[in-house]
């Protein structure tokens, strides 16, 4: 039989040994406390429902996986593997909270950080040397920005430094930076592989023992531990992930024709258009250009907030990777880069019709 596929991996991943009368689907395991003599321990060392997501992670991202309490809790794990004093080498645009939390550490004296734009690819090979940890987003948040992750990565790990990469945008149904060489593939898995809405947690996988073994210790002493409830919720989410990456993706890819060609659309940010400045690169070693797309709006902060609080389809809400559609405009929170337009409105592109999607996005269009 050949590997499965991903639709397949999604759906007979994670469950439990079949036998007569056994269940289909993984119990939620409640209890922090079980007899000596196993292999867990105390109830925040493991869980058999976070084994079961974790598992099923693993399939797609092609290693060892481990999950935690929340995205930002597995980025915290990884920002613990750097020495003290050591360098970071990061995106100047991206996730604000792991922007926040590099920027608290450096403050603190932690550690030093580098900020480039990874989609400059000699910026970022110059800022190599003497990196301890080179932490990629790509595509960036929310300018879709994309790195040249195998030269990167390649360049990276022949100078001896740790590479980490966010695949929360791309998922590995677009690529796999396992597979590419990097040492740490992070998830928010409230996103894509949850995908509902109704999840917060985080995942780590990699193939490496040492890695895995402190981040393990990072989980363990840490506290940063999933709940039993929102493992099982992730894993149910995780058996229509391909399903819904495959229809998003394809509305986004057409949201972004007709955004682009909007008269009162001033740019339009999304590597699937082979007018973005990334869609070469993109395509060289993607396998599609996933579902957020971001646009800026002709006028100002004040005109990109009337869109998003028109629309009736679209939720204006914080997050992506739902099955419904959301949008805000960035700039709304503090923390986001100045380098990101007060205009720019990141659109995660969900599962609904794409004729209602357009609708509305017309409608609430004409508010400018």
Known sequence: MTEPRPETIAITTGRPHAAPDAPLNPPIELSSTFHAGGTIGYGRYGNETWTALESAIAAFELGETLTFSSGMAAISAVFSLVPLGGTITASHQGYNGAMTLLHTLEKSGHIKVRFVDVANTKEVLAALDGTSLLWLESPTNPTLDVADLPVLIAAAKKLGCMVSLDNTFATPLVQQPLVMGADIVMHSVTKYFAGHSDVLMGSVSTNDPGLLARLSDARKFGGAIPGP????????????????????????????????????????????????????????????????????????????????????????????????????????????????????????????????????????LKKI
């Not at 890819?253 to 007018?275: D, F, I, W």
């Not at 679209?314 to 986001?336: D, F, M, V, Y």
């Open 229 to 364: 409830f929102e493992a099982w919720l992730a894993l149910r989410g995780i058996r229509t992930f391909p399903l819904r990456v495959e229809r998003a993706q394809a509305n986004a890819l057409e949201l972004a024709k007709r955004l682009s060609v909007h008269p009162k659309v001033a740019k339009v940010h999304y590597p699937g258009l082979p007018t973005d400045a990334h869609h070469e690169r993109a395509k060289s070693f993607m396998k599609g250009f996933g579902s957020v797309l971001s646009f800026v709006v002709q006028g100002g902060a004040a005109q990109a907030d009337a869109v998003c609080e028109a629309s009736r389809v679209i939720t204006n809400a914080t997050s992506l990777g739902g099955i419904e559609s959301l949008w805000e405009r960035r700039r709304r929170w503090a923390l986001e880069s100045s380098t990101v337009p007060e205009a720019l409105i990141r659109f995660s592109v969900g599962c609904e019709n794409i004729e209602d999607l357009w609708s509305d996005i017309e409608e609430s």
